[in-house]
């Protein structure tokens, strides 16, 4: 098989469902990874060129698993997003070590263990690997103390990956989303808080999945052949203003 694979985790829904969408209309085939068995087989029936693969990439045998079966449908592995995620809000006085333990399971031992396991199979074809964090890695906020933490540790485990990996032709880079329009974020959002939102982020606006989604594959093409170990906040600039007032930036 010459045409190019990619592996997406947290491909049911969101931006790894877009992600998954903008990859197959580029050629790509993609191997889908939920834990989401049910909203799994939904997504993968508008598409052709993908498979669903039910694990969680949590577990170390579950991703064992995954990339055997992966291998065994395709026969290669030319880019990995870790896109798989969990969130959690609460103040630190209120976060349980369960809590702590379970946001860092999925969201950094998760893109860990699929890395590794992925490692041997994109050493063969000078691939990629997108691991998606978020601007709450980025910057200090409340109620992110698990969150926030396992997203910073995200984006440095992509410069170690990157120092490491790059002899055996591999980039690795992380996209750092700021607040995307999903159907989660708008049905938790009060108009208050997309009111504050759309006045601190440069761009009024929230993002798109498929905005994310452009800037994922670009990282997994060849387009991106010379950048690696690179963070990329797309946040319509909310990153870059800190904690600045709006009112002070007119």
Same mark, same amino acid.
């Given at each position: 098989m010459?045409?190019?694979?990619?592996?997406?985790?947290?491909?049911?829904?969101g931006?790894?469902?877009?992600t998954?969408a903008?990859? $197959?209309?580029?050629?790509?085939?993609? #191997?889908?990874?939920?834990?989401?068995?049910?909203?799994?087989?939904? *997504?993968v029936?508008?598409?052709?060129? #993908?498979?669903?693969?039910?694990?969680d990439?949590?577990?170390?045998?579950?991703v064992?698993?995954?990339?055997?079966?992966?291998? *065994?449908?395709?026969?290669?592995?030319?880019?990995?997003?870790? &896109?798989?995620?969990?969130?959690?809000f609460?103040?630190?006085e209120?976060?349980?070590? *369960?809590?702590?333990?379970?946001?860092?399971?999925? &969201? =950094?031992?998760?893109?860990?263990?699929? +890395?590794q396991?992925?490692?041997?199979?994109?050493?063969?074809?000078?691939?990629?690997?997108?691991?998606?964090?978020?601007?709450?890695?980025?910057?200090?906020?409340? =109620?992110?103390?698990?969150?926030?933490?396992?997203?910073?540790?995200?984006?440095? =485990?992509?410069?170690?990956?990157?120092?490491?990996?790059?002899e055996?032709?591999?980039?690795?880079?992380?996209?750092?989303?700021?607040?995307?329009?999903t159907?989660?974020?708008? *049905?938790?959002?009060?108009?208050?808080?997309?009111?504050?939102?759309?006045?601190?982020?440069?761009? &009024?606006?929230?993002?798109?999945?498929?905005?994310? #989604?452009?800037?994922?594959?670009?990282?997994?093409?060849?387009? #991106?052949?010379?950048?690696?170990?690179?963070v $990329?906040a797309?946040?319509?600039?909310?990153? +870059?203003?800190?904690?600045?007032?709006p009112?002070?930036?007119?």
């Amino acid at each position: 098989m010459t045409q190019k694979v990619a592996l997406v985790t947290g491909a049911a829904r969101g931006i790894g469902l877009a992600t998954t969408a903008l990859f $197959i209309e580029q050629g790509w085939l993609v #191997a889908m990874v939920d834990r989401d068995g049910d909203e799994l087989k939904v *997504a993968v029936k508008q598409f052709n060129q #993908a498979r669903p693969y039910e694990f969680d990439v949590s577990r170390p045998d579950d991703v064992d698993q995954m990339m055997e079966a992966v291998l *065994a449908d395709f026969g290669r592995v030319d880019a990995v997003v870790n &896109n798989a995620g969990v969130a959690d809000f609460r103040p630190l006085e209120q976060t349980s070590f *369960a809590d702590w333990r379970r946001i860092m399971e999925t &969201n =950094l031992d998760g893109v860990f263990l699929v +890395s590794q396991a992925a490692t041997p199979a994109l050493r063969k074809t000078k691939g990629a690997l997108v691991n998606i964090a978020s601007i709450s890695g980025l910057r200090g906020s409340t =109620l992110r103390v698990a969150y926030g933490t396992s997203k910073a540790a995200v984006i440095h =485990l992509t410069k170690q990956q990157a120092a490491e990996l790059g002899e055996h032709g591999i980039r690795a880079n992380c996209v750092c989303p700021g607040p995307v329009r999903t159907k989660l974020a708008m *049905a938790v959002h009060s108009p208050e808080i997309i009111a504050a939102y759309h006045d601190t982020i440069p761009l &009024n606006r929230y993002g798109s999945e498929r905005e994310l #989604a452009e800037v994922i594959t670009f990282l997994c093409s060849e387009k #991106a052949s010379y950048v690696t170990g690179q963070v $990329i906040a797309a946040d319509g600039g909310f990153e +870059s203003t800190g904690v600045g007032l709006p009112a002070l930036r007119s």
